[in-house]
């Protein structure tokens, strides 16, 4: 998505508020998306009461579908701000029976409250929370401990008080400032340090904490220092012939640093050490421990040397950062081994040999912030694991089909009903082996019989189930009631093809929401939905209503306005007790998510019973509940290379060959090239995305004297011509893939 926050061609006014402003500070971040001729403030559409994050978090704005944005700017059109008059108010105040609603901005200048945290609620200026304080304590002046000036100890929404320290007072301003640039890792009380009992109360006061790391954290290069190791030999007779600075890992000439200081270093040769894992203390700290009397330090058991077990059995070398060096934050807990600068250099995709570092060398540092995008990484690491195994259940499953042929003739512009028709003909079989034949409207088949068509026709199957009346939500769907569905019986065919697509070797739906996938494995009346499960925005509402009320008088008002609602969900029940109200919502969520579509759950159940698909999804869960409640990753140059098998029948040639190839993978993953990493998968196996249970034949490259590359879909092979510069290569790649796929689109 193309995103322009510099948009100088005009002044866009945010479609929530109506305002040109451009403050982060106040407004949040102001966005402009030119393709969808739309400008938002993030905070407007954060705190809008009647949109939630559908999609993940890069669809849309941030997890906001754009589909859902202008459903909230509609709704909003309809509400008159209670501050300026105007239309477009999208923000409600959630107390119960108030009725204001009002801008963002206007809520701001009016002193609201908006509490960023769980469903972001908003109280107007009579119903916000307030600090309380005692009575007998002593009002006047104190400083604020951030930008040192004086402030008033008075409960006003200007000033706020630290609940972990008597006498710490702030500016609200300064604290929101310090909070955006601190994030949520570093944002604490400046005076006792406390970080969970500070934050709480300042989310509920209003104060923005975003989840990211520290400005100061987020600076370039701001670890470089840490990351240099010494490498120097400083015997007084150096033996190498190549200078003091020399090292070659894994030989006599590697450096290796003093074991505890770390900031002196010697040649193994130099030293007379056969192997790296010897001690060696240089001359400055053998002198210290001479006289402090711990001559015989060298005989102990080195505390800064630890061979650490791995789960996999086996060991690691980690050497502990020398005294020398600077100390990380006491709230620093997490440590991981840095790279040698060689390897992190490759990471950054530039050459630094000279830099290269023995494995053995590699320092253990303590870095205070949980970077999110190491939690991601780990995530993505997981998830492909798990893809792995099911990619392999699948193909069990697969075992089942047969030689035998069975042929869809499928319109690409009718893709369900010509679909639908094939899968109910008599002769249909999902242990035959399908091969599908495309018609256009005049019944003429097209050229592409192939397994691409395969490919293409279940890549329009499931993307067409995912926008059907079948489902209801956004990007994580649940079963929507379709009465005439049921009658039917599509939704059984529905969970059918599903099945089908991923045993046959097409893509799997990934749009499952969580509360579906955990009926179908677990069954319903062991799944407790979640308010985001309803996609229907005024029943939503209701519930948010009665989950919010703050008192028994206004639970009870609240359950008279929605009482025809609540009959006919059949979840009237006497309301004696506030607490009342928590058993009231799952009823509600329990009927609308799950007991008023348990008819298509069934009939989708059975459906997924084909090919013993759903028996194995309960017997292996997690695994498929990455595939089906998760899109595929998006294409790398890395997963490109694993996937493809090198062949060639020249060992020279197969070098020269895989250095252009991966070299042509990373123009492409950094947009230096006309193509995308999907065009050459599409051009080799005629499918967008990797499926599931993996490509059959696994697909191959082979290096040849020919004049242009060649896709063979049938074999999965991608044949490159050998050329003598990689310009060449890149020339050849592009002019191929490009003109091969513009003329199939056409």
């Not at 700290?285 to 505390?303: D, M, T, V």
């Not at 529905?494 to 046959?504: P, W």
């Not at 069934?602 to 759903?614: A, D, I, N, P």
Request: aromatic share 8%.
């Amino acid at each position: 998505m193309s995103k322009n926050n510099n948009f100088d061609i005009q002044s866009p006014f945010c479609v929530l508020c109506g305002r040109t402003d451009d403050c982060p500070e106040k407004y949040g971040e102001k966005r402009t998306y030119v393709e969808y001729n739309l400008t938002v403030h993030y905070y407007c559409l954060l705190m809008s009461s009647g949109i939630w994050q559908r999609g993940e978090e890069d669809e849309g704005v941030d997890g906001f579908l754009i589909m859902d944005i202008r459903k909230e700017v509609n709704r909003a059109a309809k509400l008159k701000c209670n501050i300026c008059k105007k239309k477009g108010a999208s923000i409600g105040c959630v107390a119960p029976k108030c009725k204001r609603s009002y801008h963002f901005p206007c809520g701001i200048q009016k002193e609201c409250i908006f509490q960023f945290m769980e469903d972001f609620r908003s109280y107007c200026w009579e119903h916000k929370p307030v600090q309380k304080f005692p009575d007998q304590e002593s009002r006047g002046t104190s400083q604020c401990t951030i930008c040192l000036d004086l402030v008033e100890q008075l409960p006003v929404y200007t000033v706020l008080k630290s609940p972990c320290c008597k006498n710490a007072w702030f500016h609200r301003e300064c604290l929101q400032y310090q909070a955006l640039s601190a994030g949520i890792f570093f944002f604490r009380c400046t005076v006792c340090n406390n970080k969970d009992k500070f934050q709480k109360e300042m989310l509920r006061m209003g104060i923005h904490i975003p989840e990211k790391d520290a400005s100061w954290e987020l600076e370039e290069n701001a670890y470089q220092d840490l990351l240099q190791c010494y490498q120097h030999c400083d015997i007084k007779r150096c033996l190498c012939k190549k200078g003091r600075d020399y090292n070659e890992p894994d030989s006599k000439w590697e450096i290796k640093r003093c074991q505890c200081c770390g900031s002196r270093g010697t040649h193994l040769a130099c030293s007379s050490m056969k192997s790296w894992e010897q001690n060696w203390e240089c001359m400055e700290c053998r002198s210290i421990f001479a006289k402090s009397g711990k001559g015989n330090y060298s005989k102990q058991k080195k505390r800064s040397l630890a061979i650490c077990e791995k789960t996999d059995g086996t060991t690691c070398l980690l050497e502990e950062p020398s005294p020398k060096c600077p100390r990380q934050s006491p709230g620093s807990q997490r440590s991981f081994v840095l790279q040698s600068p060689k390897i992190m250099c490759q990471n950054n995709l530039s050459p630094c040999s000279h830099l290269e570092l023995p494995a053995s060398n590699r320092v253990t540092m303590s870095l205070s912030p949980l970077m999110s995008n190491r939690n991601g990484s780990l995530r993505k690491k997981h998830l492909r694991k798990q893809r792995t195994e099911a990619s392999n259940i699948l193909k069990e499953l697969k075992l089942q089909v047969n030689t035998k042929t069975t042929r869809l003739n499928i319109n690409a512009e009718n893709i369900w009903n010509s679909a639908l028709k094939g899968f109910r003909q008599r002769n249909f079989s999902p242990t035959n082996t399908i091969e599908i034949k495309f018609t256009n409207c005049k019944n003429r088949s097209k050229t592409d019989t192939s397994a691409a068509s395969k490919h293409r026709f279940f890549q329009l199957l499931m993307l067409h189930l995912q926008n059907s009346s079948l489902f209801e939500g956004s990007s994580a769907k649940n079963l929507s009631l379709d009465f005439q569905a049921v009658k039917e019986n599509l939704y059984f065919e529905a969970g059918k093809m599903i099945a089908v697509s991923l045993v046959h070797g097409g893509p799997s739906p990934g749009f499952f929401s969580k509360t579906l996938f955990n009926c179908l494995v677990y069954g319903p009346e062991n799944v407790k939905p979640a308010l985001e499960d309803v996609a229907d925005v005024d029943v939503a509402q209701r519930i948010k209503m009665i989950k919010y009320a703050n008192s028994l008088s206004s639970l009870q008002s609240t359950i008279h306005d929605c009482y025809e609602f609540l009959a006919a969900a059949g979840c009237l029940r006497p309301i004696t007790a506030l607490c009342d109200k928590d058993m009231l919502v799952n009823d509600i969520l329990i009927h609308h998510v799950i007991k008023r579509t348990i008819s298509p759950l069934e009939s989708f159940r059975q459906g997924l019973k084909t090919l013993g698909v759903l028996e194995k999804m309960q017997m292996h869960p997690d695994v498929f509940s990455s595939i089906l409640c998760h899109k595929p990753e998006r294409l790398s140059a890395e997963t490109i290379c694993d996937l493809f098998t090198i062949h060639s029948s020249s060992d020279v040639n197969k070098v020269e060959g895989a250095d252009f190839w991966m070299g042509y993978l990373q123009d492409v993953e950094s947009g230096e090239s006309v193509v995308t990493l999907e065009d050459i998968l599409l051009f080799v196996t005629g499918s967008y995305s990797i499926p599931p249970i993996g490509f059959d034949p696994e697909p191959t490259i082979k290096f040849l004297h020919i004049r242009y590359p060649v896709g063979n879909r049938l074999l999965n092979c991608l044949e490159l011509p050998i050329t003598k510069t990689y310009e060449q290569f890149k020339k050849k790649m592009e002019f191929t893939i490009r003109n091969t796929l513009r003329v199939e689109r056409e």
